[in-house]
């Protein structure tokens, strides 16, 4: 991966904001859009200066450490309660969460 | 009064001249009496404080005190305490009650430490300034008017307050070594793995650490000894016996001789604040004078770490706090609309602006057709930094450079230009993305009085030589400055 071509400023655009906002569920305003645009052209120009590293061969590092994925005896030990567990509920009943509904008018 | 620090509050403990009771009885008061001006805590916990204090006293009695029985410490707002609130200095979580410890607090709770509450940060640990957090920005004590550091500012303050003997933070691009730094008081991250992460709410889940933060390095050094540890909850914590940290930290400057000190070229000189160059400068002379050897190296792509983090933590962000939808915990709007926009709403309505932006940044690089040309970019730079530091490392012991190009900043001056702020951490990033080992320790001030922070770091896992120079510094610094706190 040679260097890339510089880049001016990046063009991201209103319609980049909806878009990234929809991905990251978040209801923005249109005056967050626009505040959102002007952040995320600044934030993109500061980090396009990795623009300039030549990457040919470069392995990417995805974690200091490496990962690995332990096993332990499958053997049912103490958890936290039901109780304890929808302590932070904002809704609940009968020891279930409630939620808005997801079909039949939902979204 | 200031609360003594953890070394001489256990020596007084244990020679009876104070009990637990009563030294976490003046903690609290003390905490209650500047909290107002500092804002460091958004929680004190007077009831639970002296329970364990008590407890502390009764097992002192009989003989069966824990290695920081009675010790009153505080807690960064991002690391659960079981029945206590856990906010991230977010609405998000304004009104969450953790259900469990973390395991860095259930160790100090098992070595009898007293929690007394917990402290502000930016929010969800997004910040260089303790200024993004819903519950106001915290005060740095030692300069008025100027930020603290972040995103530990809370514990920072507090410590160098003296509200507390010592506390606890996190560190992902600098967050416990910064605010360190700004306020003059000790502050290290060690190697990624150390600590357990388990119930440290998640920023970004490849560089967050757990960190100590105290006015001395073998307090700091006591404190990671206990917190320290494989835990088989937390996948990415590391099997590695734990060094004698607290012995480690008896080092004085003899220790220096022989040791090789790498001091990075692009960490001094333009750039810096001249103040900060100097202080540094005169560190690694006395250092020298002591038999250290003191030879410049380079750090490369130290000039691109910042843009590397900001592409990893915030697309690991991104995805971290995708879990606060409002619906099994957090914040939950009061005008609900169908699923997806209830949870849209909820999210928009409760994260802060800098949580806001860094979600998207992470967002947006995560996206479709902006992947490769972002985020394995950064991940590869990472792997550059990495180098960086192996080759330095086959030459030097230590690397020393200062903690940040400047001194504190004042409130407000970069909160609206997150640039500004994210340059902040330039000095602090490299040792996150590495996974080494770093600690902040004064060195000095600037002429209006705001500390310097002088950063160490070692190789990984190498938490015994970096504390043990730290040490030597230390007592090296403190015979010269025997008049600052």
Known sequence: MSPRDPIDTPSVTEADVRRVALLAHLELDDEAVQRAVSDLRQLLTLVAKLDALDLTDVEPTIHPVPLSAPTRHDKVVPTLSRAELLANAPHSAGGLLLAPRAVDGGN | ?????????????????????????????????????????????????????????????????????????????????AGLPATAASKMLADFVAPFDATAVARLRAAGAVLIGKTGCDEFGMGSSNENSAFGPVHNPVVLGRSPGGSSGGSAAAVAAGLCAGAIGTDTGGSVRLPASFTGTVGLKPTYGRISRLGLIAFASSLDQVGAMARTVWDVAKLTEVMAGHDPRDSTSVERPVPELSHAAESGPEALRGLRIGVPRETLGEGIEPAVDAAVRVALDAMAGWGAEVETVSLPHTDYAVAAYTLIATAEASSNLARYDGMRYGHRTGRPGGLAETIARSRAEAFGPEVIRRILLGTYALSAGAYDAYILRAQKARTLIRRDFEEVFARVDLVVMPTSPTTAFPLGARNADPVAMALSDVFTTSCNLAGLPGISVPCGRDPDGAPIGLQMLAPWFAEGALVSAAASWEAIYRAQHTGDP
């Open chain 2, 1 to 81: 009064m200031p609360v003594p620090t953890v070394r001489e509050l256990l020596a007084a403990l244990e020679r009876g001249e104070i009990s637990a009771v009563e030294g976490t009885i003046a903690a609290l008061d003390e905490a209650e009496r500047q909290n107002p001006q500092l804002n460091a805590f958004i929680t004190l916990d007077r009831a639970g404080a002296l329970a364990a204090a008590r407890e502390a006293d009764h097992a002192r009695r009989h003989g069966s005190a824990g290695t920081l029985a009675g010790v009153p410490l505080a807690v960064k707002d991002n690391l659960l305490v």
